[in-house]
């Protein structure tokens, strides 16, 4: 025994030694070329990600300036309201700060330091409550683009003045204020909470998120029954024939088509023909409907063939007839790869960009859509309109709603594994 | 042919045949499966189906319940008939004759159910119990018939996916009964089992045998002769030879049956 166990070891060492050498460089080769793609797509995913939030998360905050106001009934009465000169009682206030600055052009300056909004919230605090007028109160209201980008440290105060949107007297106001410590920079609820807007510092993704939910729930009460319902019949009742063979081929093609042609076919039949609303999600979810189906025809099909045929046979053994093999026991243990593969299309859906674009959903709305036929966009072209906007306050902005997006996304494919590993069978 | 075995040697010889087969072709696609086969089954009785691999034992047995009609390239020409009944008529329904003809496979293939759920779907689609105290009674019959209700009495409700192999296949075999069926068709029902399952499967077969037809294909000559009363030995398709089981393992009248009981093809 002992010389069994000595002798062999060293002759498994020598005889295949330069065999084995090779075999072994060649699997250490194979295996440091798959870590290398792994990691350069670490890194890939790492520099999207860090770029993002580096220019992103500066819009989760909003400068605010905080006035001492003194609603003025000269300016503003219970009888006129909604209008009124909200916004020369807030500059008002804002000249207590600024007594030496006089003349039409330098007030409007000193004005320009609050956003185009702030006069719209004193506006809506007057309206609720008019008791407030002959009052002092105190309003926290945004800051415009410019100061809000300045008190970001995202302007260069050393570079020539010429160069800056902001002047050097202008960039004393804001130092002022800072000093005099009305200036804060609370969490950018706006973002969520309001709509689109021209002014990056009111903008917000409300209605892309409405938009998009819209679309998605049409999308998928759209596709999921029609996808299944389509799948269910190709994989266990039609007669497998080359109509059949036909039909697969082209769920296959459909599934591969680039999504602004379903954009295109949208706007021709949808809108030309059908005369259905422009920009409104109810389109937009048909038109995703049409991309998601075969993702999710494809992912049943897929789902539904994994099921045993041992359980088919059981049922079928019993004295059930298809239909009852089908709904009692096939589909209920394809679900999981079903809701999966739902999931995922709807993923998809929820990114797409192209078709909404043709279809109008790229247009500029400042109201949260209240039905599907509403005017509305979605995420990803409320995304395509900010990074096509010039102010420097969407820079930030676009980075942040694509933040946004990522979180859903990455939420909808979390739910996706979560639902797959729960309901996973062993057979 | 082989309907008048010799009286004196049958022990267990009904007189009825539950299963009648003439001229019994099939084909898959464009290959001649199963040809000319005439064999007739007895009640009350385990008739075995044995030969090498390939041989259409199996796929014989599935044309006994129609379970070839799922497979879509299948053909089955002939006549079969139960109890004088061609089970082939346009007018039989395979889904009710399936459920006459019960059927244990090779693999235990529980659904992922509870276990009383795996027994009581047979008689829940076919509306054979008229309320749960009814239903109750039936699952408890077709556990004992299968010879595993004191195993899982107390846990019913527990997953048949979770028992050892060979209690789901006692399962597969109390659903098949729970139907309430005449034959009960078995395709190799111990082939994934261990010795000691399969020593209880085969004592449960010959229990099933005073209440059924029993059809068993099996691998093993073995179980053949251990458990059935008569078989048929299947060559390439061909039923070669069919007659009392004593018969066939020590007094076979084809060579090819000899050389297959010798171990010298297969």
């Known amino acids: 025994m002992t010389d069994i166990s000595t002798t062999p070891s060293s002759s498994i ?52 300036i905080q006035l001492e106001v003194f609603v003025d009934p000269e300016e503003i009465s219970v009888e006129r ?32 330091i609050l956003s185009n909004g702030a006069q719209f919230r004193l506006r809506d605090r007057v309206v609720e409550n008019p008791d407030i007028i002959g009052q002092t109160i105190t309003v926290k209201v945004p800051t415009s ?13 050393e570079s020539p003045e010429d160069q800056r949107k902001l002047a050097n007297r202008q960039i004393g106001w804001f130092e002022t204020l800072e000093e005099a410590g009305v200036i804060t920079q609370p969490i950018n609820w706006a973002l969520i909470t309001n709509a689109d807007s021209r002014f990056p510092e009111l903008a917000g993704l409300k209605g892309a998120l409405v938009g998009s939910f819209w679309a998605l729930l049409v999308c998928f009460l759209i596709s999921f029954p029609l996808g299944i319902g389509s799948a269910i019949y190709l994989e266990e009742f039609a007669p497998k024939n080359k109509w059949s063979d036909l039909i697969e081929v082209n769920i296959n093609n459909l599934a591969a088509v680039p999504s602004v042609v379903f954009g295109l076919l949208a706007l021709a039949v949808f809108l030309g023909w059908f005369g259905m609303p422009r920009s409104a999600p109810l389109v937009g979810g048909m038109t995703l409907a049409l991309m998601t189906m075969p993702t999710i025809i494809i992912a049943t099909r897929a789902a539904l063939k994994a099921v045993p045929p041992s359980i088919r046979e059981a049922a079928l053994g019993v004295g059930a007839s298809k239909h009852q093999v089908v709904f009692g026991h096939v589909l209920p243990l394809a679900m999981p790869g079903v809701l999966t593969g739902t999931i995922i299309g709807l993923a998809q859906a929820l990114g797409e960009t192209a078709p909404l674009l043709l279809i109008g959903m790229n247009a500029f709305i400042t109201s949260a859509p209240d039905t599907p036929l509403d005017s509305a966009t979605a995420l990803p072209t409320q995304i395509f309109i900010w990074a096509d906007s010039p102010e420097r306050g969407f820079v930030s902005r676009t980075s942040a709603a694509i933040l946004v997006l990522l979180t859903f996304l990455v939420t909808m494919n979390a739910v996706a594994i979560y639902l797959r590993s729960k309901f996973e069978r062993k057979w | 042919m082989y309907d008048a075995p010799n009286p004196s040697e049958s022990k267990v010889n009904q007189n009825t045949f539950k299963f009648t087969a003439r ?29 090498p691999s390939g041989c259409g034992k199996s796929t014989f047995l599935r044309c006994l319940n129609r379970m070839n009609d799922t497979i879509d390239i299948c ?14 008529d346009a007018r039989v329904d395979p889904v009710q004759l399936r459920a006459k003809v019960g059927m244990v496979f090779q693999k235990p ?46 846990r019913l409700d527990a997953p048949g996916t979770g028992l050892s192999g060979g209690q789901q296949q006692r399962l597969c075999i109390a659903r098949a009964v729970a139907t309430q069926p005449e034959v009960l068709l078995m395709d190799e029902p111990c082939s994934a089992l261990d010795p000691i399952a399969t020593a209880q499967v085969e004592e449960l077969i010959d229990e099933l045998r005073q209440s059924y037809s029993v059809v068993i294909v099996t691998h093993s000559m073995q179980q053949a002769a251990r458990v059935s009363q008569k078989t048929a030995f299947f060559h390439l398709g061909n039923l070669v030879e069919f007659g009392e089981t004593g018969q066939i393992f020590t007094n076979p009248e084809d060579p090819r049956t000899e050389s297959y009981i010798t171990g010298r093809i297969g």
């Open chain 1, 13 to 64: 060492g020598s005889a295949g030694s330069a065999l084995m050498k090779k075999r072994n460089r060649r699997q250490t080769a194979l295996q440091g070329l798959g870590l290398a793609a792994i990691s350069f797509a670490a890194l890939m995913l790492f520099i999207l990600i860090a770029s993002l939030v580096s220019s992103g998360y500066k819009a989760f905050t909003q400068t605010h």
């Open chain 1, 81 to 112: 309201l909604p209008r009124g000169g909200f916004d020369d009682v807030l500059l008002a206030s804002l000249q207590d700060y600024f007594p030496d600055v006089e003349g039409r052009a330098d007030l409007r300056k000193l004005e320009n």
């Open chain 1, 145 to 157: 683009d410019d100061y809000d980008q300045l008190a970001k440290g995202l302007v260069n105060r």
């Open chain 2, 23 to 51: 001229n019994v072709q099939v084909y898959y696609g464009d290959t001649h499966a199963i040809k000319d086969v005439d064999v007739d089954i007895e009640d009350r009785t385990v008739t075995a189906f044995i030969g």
């Open chain 2, 75 to 88: 053909k089955v020409k002939g006549e079969i008939l139960l109890d004088g009944e061609d089970i082939y």
């Open chain 2, 109 to 154: 293939n529980p659904f992922p159910k509870s276990i009383y759920d795996n027994v009581a779907y047979g008689p829940r689609i076919h509306g054979m119990a008229r309320n749960k105290a009814d239903l109750d009674q039936i699952v408890e019959n077709a556990l004992r018939r299968g010879a595993i209700w004191d195993e899982v009495k107390d």
